[in-house]
């Protein structure tokens, strides 16, 4: 009924080595290993950009790493903080911080205790830290934040 050519079969055959040889080559190939992402939320996007109407003249730094803001002498105190974070930083003409502010989103829930570890961790260093659930009025901000 159908009669066999036999260049469909080498075709196929060809095109199942090229696969085969293709998927055991593979691992071997070089892979992407880093990806680009966002720096912030669309959630800290708004607050951001709420700071920058808030406090036009001072500086507004996202993502601050705290071993950035504080250290210690004792090395076993820096691995507390040395690979957590800040949300923004608030700084005036100088460059000194005005404000720490950690915007907490519902990931935050059930967190307190760390959060308050945080917060306790820049407030000895001397930093004024405002935490926030929602993103404050200007108004807000700035009567929290001098």
Wanted: proline share 5%; net charge positive; glycine share 2%.
């Amino acid at each position: 009924m159908f009669e066999s050519n036999p260049f469909i079969f080498l075709l196929i055959g060809i095109v199942s080595t090229l696969l085969l040889l293709i998927s055991c080559i593979r691992p071997f190939l070089p892979q992407q290993k880093f990806f680009a992402r966002p720096v912030i939320t669309s959630f800290e996007s708004r607050m951001f950009i709420r700071l920058q109407q808030a406090f036009p003249h001072y500086h507004i730094l996202a993502q601050v790493a705290f071993s950035a803001l504080i250290t210690s002498d004792h090395y076993k105190i820096r691995s507390q903080f040395n690979r957590k974070v800040t949300d923004f930083v608030v700084l005036d003409q100088e460059m000194k911080v005005l404000a720490i502010i950690e915007l907490d989103d519902p990931s935050h829930f059930g967190k307190e205790l760390e959060d308050k570890k945080r917060d306790q961790m820049l407030q000895e260093a001397g930093y004024q830290v405002q935490r926030y659930t929602q993103i404050p009025s200007i108004k807000q901000l700035q009567m929290d934040i001098r």
